[in-house]
């Protein structure tokens, strides 16, 4: 049975995998930590909790031997927008976090996984169906922290064994938890002022595309890479994943088959949308594909469909409903 400990266990993929991880192989098996702990949280009432800051190699340790784990999630990681504010801060969280997680996995002979991301390539990468391995040459700090992490991930595996694996993300898009200071956050956040205002402004241009991702398809996607036979991987860190590329008129037009008012417009934020074109249209997953069987299940119209029931039944409707109904 596995043990497994999670960090970043409150964030966007976090709150999903651990209760996710929790049906799967038990509430007791899967160890969160985070470096905030509210009372109210789902994660920290159904399961083992402990307060982690991942910079506090000593505490993580401490934290990952008193359980006993067998596996680490690393997920503690400052996104592409706030790290290109505050990019040695960023370093610090994504390199040193990383870094100490990689040290308790060679010491406790765990299994590790940690996500990389569309970020982890750049300009002079090719941008349409980019392939597994291409040139990878980012110039933001998100993604010189995540092709270094790669990098790490590969070095850990092949100088002390210890079994490493990863995925590179698209945006993730989600109905529970929103993202943070991420460049394709607009792509959750529309839905939110859909229903709520019945408008949009993007701050992210017409005409880009990026990749993305409904969370139950990236959930899965973790667990069942974990649960793969290692001799078929040829790849480890990281395998490019996608469930669909879009640019925000795609999207709104999508919408707006639910809600006929829906309007979208557009004040580009220079910084999102300099990161956003450095980044591919579309990316290949045939290496998932074929070495651990990836398949996503949700395209732009099925995740329309339900990421706009889930967040109605989740209660956000039209603020003038909210007033009426006073
Ligand atoms: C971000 O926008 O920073 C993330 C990512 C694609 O890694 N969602």
């Known amino acids: 049975m596995k043990k497994i400990f999670v960090t970043g266990a409150l964030g966007q993929i976090g709150s999903e995998l651990v209760m996710k991880m929790r049906e799967v192989y038990g509430n007791d098996q899967v160890v969160a930590t985070d470096i905030k702990c509210p009372k109210e949280h789902e994660v920290v009432g159904s399961g083992p909790f402990e307060i982690l800051d991942v910079t506090d190699a000593k505490k993580m340790h401490e934290i990952a031997k008193k359980y006993e784990v067998d596996t680490i999630i690393h997920l503690a990681a400052l996104l592409s927008a706030t790290a290109e504010k505050n990019p040695v801060f960023a370093w610090n969280i994504n390199m040193g976090g990383l870094v100490n997680a990689l040290e308790v996995a060679r010491d406790l002979h765990c299994q590790f996984f940690t996500p990389s991301s569309i970020g982890a390539f750049g300009p002079s990468t090719p941008t349409d169906n980019t392939p597994q391995d291409t040139i990878q040459r980012p110039t933001t700090m998100y993604g010189v922290n995540k092709v270094s992490g790669e990098l790490l ?46 408008e949009y402004t993007s701050y992210i241009g017409k005409g880009t595309y990026m990749d993305m991702m409904y969370m139950p398809d990236a959930l899965n996607a973790i667990i069942q890479l974990m649960e793969a036979d290692p001799s078929k991987l040829k790849h480890r860190n990281a395998f490019n994943i996608t469930a669909m590329s879009f640019e925000p008129e795609q999207i709104a037009a999508e919408i707006k088959k639910h809600i006929k008012h829906f309007k979208m417009d557009y004040d580009v934020d220079p910084i999102r949308q300099a990161i956003a074109d450095s980044w591919p249209n579309s990316i290949d997953p045939s290496a998932a594909r074929e070495e651990w069987g990836f398949k996503a299940e949700y395209d732009l119209v099925k995740m329309t469909e339900d990421m706009l029931s889930k967040l109605e039944k989740k209660g956000i409707k039209n603020d003038s409903e909210i007033v009426c109904a006073k």
């Open 153 to 198: 991930c590969d070095y850990y595996f092949h100088k002390f064994g210890v079994d490493t694996r990863g995925v590179r993300f698209p945006g993730l898009i989600s109905y529970v938890t929103p993202p943070g200071g991420g460049t394709t956050d607009y792509a959750v956040d529309i839905y939110y002022e859909a229903l709520k205002r019945g």
